[in-house]
């Protein structure tokens, strides 16, 4: 990386031209772009860019690739595993202005929006139309951050990823190159799958500057149910049945003993405190009830206990509230506290053995406050270890639990992140996942994109 | 392309000390070789392997690389763009001997087969379990053949296409390195998506060598529905609607009234012959009873007509089986003319424009008879040319209406193939759909991965 404090400056002055005051080397705003909600330790960008066009996207990139700066795309900050830490430092490119939705089409079931909307904007947007755009991670995240993670939430199990809901994409490559990905048919046969190459690639291989995205109707019922389990086999068992019967779930979300407590003390709530399911289903006033209905004859089978389901809005808010808020509860147990956060996802089948597996671990290895948490339809959970962050004897016993955990979702046939994407924390197990050959092409793509590694480097790619 | 007579002749050499009678350059082999189903004009390989194994893939690729042979991989040979005609010469490689289905996972609804299974052949494989695959493109397809060109079929409106169940892939690239693109996790968020850039590449980027797919669970019960338009808007726009319901309708299959009469004239079925549509729901018995009957009330706000359902499995093979012989019945009205396919598919709202001015076109200017089939909940249809080979006036005519109704499909936001690829037929097209920066990211790509452009050269790209 040709760095030098010269080409730096040569590159902001190049850019100060067009953007004025959207480039800004203010301490404060590189701090505040220094890093992401994770346990990874922030590191500056030497600026901030605020872009406002895909043109300016272009010249930006086309400037930084002159001078071989590196690139740090940055939507809202709220990654999980260091995407957005400047650890080479570089110019770091905010799309937050670029928050317009372009446009919905009813009729076709998509739209098309800038990268910095966020998913609480555009389902405010949608509020009033009969369709909703289903992916929905913890946080208020931006649309082509999510892309760039291949980010998902409770509703994957029926409604998919974003590498599902993303139709096309205009993408700007490192060398400042726009390029359209596809267009508005739902399906095609044409060309190289640009759009996928990009769901997922963590701003490594260019920036989203425009994202086409499927859109579904909003169901005309909503059931609601929740179920509470001895152990996690019965959960797990239950979500598999429950899919092998072809009951098109929307939601299937296991909560742990220990964050329902948490819920509980949180929220002033009293579910029972054990394992809990908490499921969805969306469909047609009769089909809700009688999904929700053969669920619960599933349950039984599976020793679930206390089965209720409801089609009552403010009930079913209260649970999926109690849901949503998970991660405060969990912090709330121990404020002083960091929560780290880790995801794996595995086959289905080995779903049960993997959490169990990983709790008898942490049982035995730890005396660390933990919660998991899974969108169990799809094999993916999470575990969330409360640490104290000057303890550097708690921290190096999660990372000791966390590698044990990936490595046994990956034994098991399944991947090391499910949702969080690989950033700077999840490089390491890219190849005992995929194998030497499949990292070796990846490098091979990433090289021939962006020959001179200007993309967020250091990310997704662990160094050779 | 380094092709001379030497190397090949020191490739062939190679080859035949492992490969034995497994390569052949017998003339009726390479004949059976040359070409696929479509107009294309076949063109031979140079010689033909049957290999047996990843292995045998890999030696095969290492020593092609080597001395720049080109390689066409070949499944069925049942493509219809020409993905398969030998038109660099060069080594035709035969999947069909890899034809093992590996393994059913019953719990995670997936298998792993060889990429020589075919489509029908997984499916007797699945007959007594629970699950089934749901892409059906006519022919009996290889899977491998069917993930190089991402097929579909009448299922994708519910199941997706291959780009959706396609989990992860095994591929050998250029230089005989094996690859793995995933593993059997539904969802991950962990490195570039090598399935999807694969899944599509028909051949250009390397050969699959396996597939892990995802199944789905047989619905507990099926109905099936018949109702027949006036005009395509009524159709279109009943598949509109009942897809805006959240009616998760499984099939949605248009029919033009030359194919209907068509299908009369060759089953001796009484149908109208009047545009119709052909729908299936799965579901629970309550619950198929339910989708059809509401479909039935969207039918007669569009001008439907004779409207009729049934759970009854004779009476849903009959209505299945006429659609699966619609190309024969085609054929059979002008039995000395050979049919000429092309596909388009755009989004929904411009479907009825699209085909309306496509049938004016073809009325306006031609005498041909034609016959129009849909996979209408993707915006995906089908025109068929039936053409007398000799009349070189006919064959140009059918040229300028398939190039006209492809680009009308361009221009509407839409893709000139919707599920038979690119291979020689459509490669003007791609630069028009994607614009030149795509395109030439494309050619990127492929240079990197196979840098002396061994793989099936000649398709998916133009020449530049």
New interface residues.
Partial sequence: MNNCADDLAAALEELAIFLGGRLSSNEAVRDHHAGDESWHDPQRPDAVCFVNSELEVSQVLAICNKYRIPVIPFGTGTGLEGGTVACNGGICVDTSNMSSIVEV??????CVVQPGVTRKQLDSYLRDS?LFFPIDPGADASLGGMAA????GTN?VRY??M??NVISLRVV?ADG??????????????????T??Y???EGT?GIIVELTLRL?????AVSSARVYFDDVDGAVNTA?QT????I?IARVELLDAAQMQAINQYSGTRFPEKVALFLEF???T??VK?QAE?VGEICQEYGGSDFEWTTYEEERREMWDARHTAAYASMAVRPTAKAYATDV?????KLAECIRKTRQDVTDNSSLTTFCLGHIG???FHYVFLVDPDATSELAQVRQLTERMVQRA?DM??????????GLG?QK??EQ???A??????R??????DPQDIMNPGK?LPAK
């Fill in positions: 089409n009813e009729e076709d079931m998509n009969g993670t291949r980010a998902s994957a998919g990823t590498r599902e490559t190159t726009v390029v359209s990905t596809g267009n508005r048919a739902v399906k095609s046969a044409a060309g190289y799958d640009l996928h190459l769901v997922g690639s291989l579904h109707g909003r169901p005309e598999i899919i092998q019967c072809g098109p969306h469909g047609s009769e089909s009688e053969t996802c595995v086959p289905i089948s799809d094999g993916n990956i046939g399944g991947t090391c992140t499910g949702e969080h994407g690989i999840k197990y890219l996942e995929f194998g050959a499949a990292v070796a092409l990846m091979t793509i990433k090289k021939a994109i997704l």
